[in-house]
């Protein structure tokens, strides 16, 4: 073939590809139209950026979300909406987001929809992903839904959403009670939800069959839903729960002398007084937010996320863990997955740790009693940093996950990625191939074990059972954690060659998960 006529052709290709596009299909939400991109090869048409709820600016912010305007024209669903205003970890020396600040915004509730059937007469499953990120960080645009409508052949629809993140959606106190909406991300979170329940049969999803799936804080929001209105939000909006790494940290009550002195310090750093605090802020522009944002959070313990969900009263009732042992749900059936190393990155190795002394860094409600207590139970686990490193993952990760599945008897299965070092968010590259994290990257690029793994998610979200494979793979049969409490483990050998199996788990991992729920009331959670 000739240089002209390889490149004839690739422009055939490129301008066939351009005719779809502007031939993708407009879907009418009744307040907006929007057409999609449709990718001819995938066969998967994408609307990028759907507007699902009003800028949470000015007088909104801090309430619960509103219903967006009505637009006239067709808007062209092409490009990843701004990210909301991001954060960082907890004591960091630089923000390595700081150079992003011109794809963020305030204004971004904003939904992705990944479909391969728009319109279709038989309605398809549909996952809802919540990107993870500690609740002050992440966005939907990291997240590419039609890989995941590729790799259940065609199978789901898939939607990825955007919340308020940070002070604009997790700041607390009484005065945010009294004048506004608390847990105003996961007021955002519910509200998309409700969304797909409303729109998603006019892009090809069946509202009744829909399995929300999160990473980190992401499957943290996942139990927050599970256990939202004491497990009775009506109407249900989500028959599945798909959690990866669940993220537990301390959930106080609002007017807690933490939260509240949060809100304190962020009225100061605004230049707001104490009368009319809340409405004082409301006028603040969001930049100089952003920046009060920027330096609370990076003044954090390290590894920890100054502003997370609370106890409102209202959307959250009551401590999540004990909601969840009263059997106070949502959803019907529930797959976990966490990382066998999910504490490194959240724990500074080049510390000498007391190990009694850091369980009360990071549980500030405990006393010495309670950080002696906890150095004991983990002193045979090595170092002190390895001993801390099994605090964090433990405490805020791994236990959160079992109080989880214990609420669903009989109905949910556990899975745990060991592939070294196993860390956390190294699971994420096996089902978004495109996602990007500084520092990580796929660990085990094997085609089997991939198949396998990421088989168990979507045969779960279509069918409400990880045997239930969507194609064939060496995964063998997942037993109900329940029944036994037994896991599916993926690792990969010695010999660099995929390790599959179902284990018991740890009875002394159980043990020292009792642990932390007799103290839960201290932790918070």
Not at 25 to 42: C, E, I, K, N, T
Not at 60 to 69: E, H, S, T, Y
Not at 293 to 299: E, K, R, S, T
């Amino acid at each position: 073939m000739t240089f002209k006529s390889l490149y004839t052709t690739l422009f055939f290709l490129v301008s066939l590809r351009a005719v779809y596009s502007a031939h993708a299909p407009v879907v009418d939400l009744g307040y907006a139209q929007y057409q999609g991109v449709f990718d001819a090869g995938l066969n998967i048409t994408s609307f990028l950026g759907i507007r699902y709820a009003a800028p949470p600016t000015g007088n909104l912010r801090w309430r619960a979300p509103a219903p967006p305007a009505k637009v006239g024209g067709i808007q062209v669903a092409s490009s990843n909406p701004l990210q909301c205003f991001q954060g960082t970890f907890g004591a960091s020396a630089t923000n390595p987001l700081a150079a992003r600040d011109d794809g963020q915004s305030e204004d971004c509730l904003f939904l992705s929809v990944y479909s391969p059937a728009v319109n279709c007469e038989k309605p398809l499953p549909t996952i809802v992903w919540i990107h993870g990120g500690g609740y002050v960080f992440g966005s939907a645009g990291e997240f590419n839904g039609a890989e995941l409508v590729d790799e259940s052949n065609r199978k789901v629809v898939v939607v990825t959403i955007q919340y308020r993140l940070g002070l604009f959606g997790f700041l607390a106190g009484k005065e945010v009670k009294d004048g506004g909406a608390l847990n105003a991300g996961l007021l955002d979170q519910d509200f998309a939800l409700r969304w797909v329940q409303t729109n998603i049969r006019k892009f090809g999803g069946d509202p009744n069959n829909v399995t929300i799936w999160g990473q980190s804080a992401g499957a943290g929001s996942v139990l927050q839903h599970v256990v939202a209105h004491n497990g009775k939000t009506l109407p249900p909006l989500f028959k599945a729960a798909i959690t990866s790494s669940t993220f537990l940290p301390s959930q106080y009550n609002y007017d807690d002398r933490i939260p509240q002195t949060l809100f304190n310090n962020v009225t100061t750093e605004a230049g707001c007084t104490a009368e009319n605090a809340l409405d004082c802020l409301r006028k603040v522009d969001g930049a100089s937010l952003q920046n009060i944002n920027l330096n609370i959070i990076l003044a954090g313990f390290f590894g920890t996320f100054t502003f997370v969900p609370v106890v409102d009263g209202t959307f959250i009732t009551k401590s999540p863990t004990d909601l969840l042992a009263a059997g106070q749900k949502n959803g019907n059936v529930l797959l976990s997955m966490t990382n066998a190393n999910e504490g490194a990155l959240f724990v500074n190795p080049s510390v000498e740790y007391d190990v009694a002394q850091y369980v009360q860094q990071l549980f500030p409600l405990f006393g010495a009693k309670e950080g002696a207590a906890a150095a004991a139970i983990y002193a045979s686990l090595g170092s002190p940093l390895d001993q801390v490193n099994a605090i964090m993952k433990e405490s805020i990760f791994v236990c959160p996950t079992y109080s989880l599945l214990g609420a669903f008897p009989g109905t949910s299965f556990k899975g745990e990625y060991a592939v070294p070092p196993a860390l956390h968010g190294d699971d994420v590259f096996y089902y978004f191939p495109s996602f990007i994290f500084p520092g990580s990257m796929l660990q085990f690029n094997n085609t089997n074990f991939i198949t396998a793994f990421r088989n168990g998610f979507l045969s779960f979200a279509v069918n409400q059972d990880p045997n239930a494979k969507l194609v064939p793979s060496i995964t063998p049969a997942w037993r109900k954690w329940s029944a036994g409490q037994t896991e599916m483990i993926f690792n990969r050998t010695e010999g660099d060659e995929p390790s599959i199996t179902a284990a018991p788990t740890d009875p002394a991992l159980i043990s020292r998960c009792a642990f932390w729920k007799s103290l839960r009331q201290l932790a918070a959670q």
